[in-house]
């Protein structure tokens, strides 16, 4: 179970470069009331972006639940790209925790699937009651800026797509342009079978 701990603030959010997007400028009325409209889009854009490609692209917290280790020395994080361990523990039924030193642990880069390793030869000992829990960081940057610019330009894509079809209700079903889609291509996890078909 992923749950996301922090919520981008508004600041951090491109709403003037939206704006430029749709070419409101800056003169048009109440606009407070249509930044906020405005932000929204642009949430719902970043946060499609982010489910389609397992991509943070602004820096959040995260609390990750696992009932168990996968393996014996490696567990692939579910989204991407950079992660940095706030902290781990394994938490009883009861709730007390038993909190584990995060230098025992290390964190393999990839482009699409990071991987938290143990130092020793395996993963410490769970309690069977327990849960695993681990908190960490992850995202492109803090900052826009940091965004790579082929997803910024498909957040700008999606947001506007969403604004100027937000009274379209046949468009409910999660329908995605080509160009986001074209953008978007490159950050897809990719799938391996062992299928020759496939």
């Not at 919520?7 to 930044?35: C, I, K, W």
């Not at 390793?117 to 492109?140: H, Y």
Request: charged content about 20%.
């Amino acid at each position: 179970m992923l749950v996301t701990d922090t919520r981008v603030a508004t600041s951090d959010l491109p709403l003037a470069e939206f704006r430029e997007h749709l070419r409101l400028g800056t003169g048009f009325s109440e606009t407070d009331l249509q930044d906020s409209v405005l932000e929204g889009y642009l949430r719902a854009s970043i946060a499609a972006i982010q489910a389609r490609t397992g991509k943070i692209l602004l820096s959040q917290d995260f609390t990750w639940t696992l009932l168990a280790w996968p393996g014996s020395d490696c567990v692939l994080f579910p989204v991407a790209p950079s992660v940095e361990i706030l902290s781990l523990a394994a938490r009883s039924a009861d709730g007390s925790a038993q909190a584990y030193d995060p230098a025992l642990f290390r964190v393999v880069p990839d482009t699409h699937r990071p991987q938290l390793r143990a130092q020793a030869l395996s993963f410490p000992n769970v309690p069977s009651d327990a849960t695993i829990e681990i908190k960490f960081r992850c995202g492109f940057g803090p900052s826009w800026q940091e965004t790579p610019a082929d997803l910024a330009q498909a957040v700008l894509l999606l947001a506007a797509h969403y604004y100027e079809f937000r009274h379209e209700t046949a468009l409910g079903e999660g329908c995605m342009p080509f160009g986001v889609t074209a953008l978007l291509q490159a950050y897809k996890p990719l799938r391996v079978s062992l299928d020759s078909t496939s």
